[in-house]
Nanobody, 113 residues
């Protein structure tokens, strides 16, 4: 199970931080990440990070967003800086392990211009 928090309304140029905690049976090797889905668009990867610390980002957020995780707590965070109106979307936490995908409930991020 994934529990996400931290969405909200912010002005362009502002910052938000999303957090996601995984509970239940968590395999020690996994990838946690964030996806987003804007109205009328497909869900897309924002950023992901492995238990080993390797991370990857969508080109649109590189240099503005930072993903981090605490393996001992099975948590992942997404620090979002210099937010733009086009970052407005529902953000979903994701856990990949042993060939399975688990999704959080989604948290809305709205960036006003």
């Amino acid at each position: 199970q994934l529990q996400a928090s931290g969405g909200g309304l912010v002005q362009a140029g502002g910052s938000l931080r999303l957090s996601c905690a995984a509970s239940g049976s968590i395999f020690s090797i996994n990838v946690m990440g964030w996806y987003r889905q804007a109205p009328g668009k497909r869900r897309e990867l924002v950023a992901a990070i492995s238990t080993g610390g390797s991370s990857n980002y969508a080109d649109s957020v590189k240099g503005r967003f930072t993903i981090s995780r605490e393996n001992a707590e099975n948590t992942v965070r997404l620090q979002m800086n210099s937010l733009k109106p086009e970052d407005t979307a529902v953000y979903y936490c994701n856990l990949k392990m042993r060939g399975t995908d688990t999704w959080g409930q989604g948290t809305l991020v709205t960036v006003s211009s």
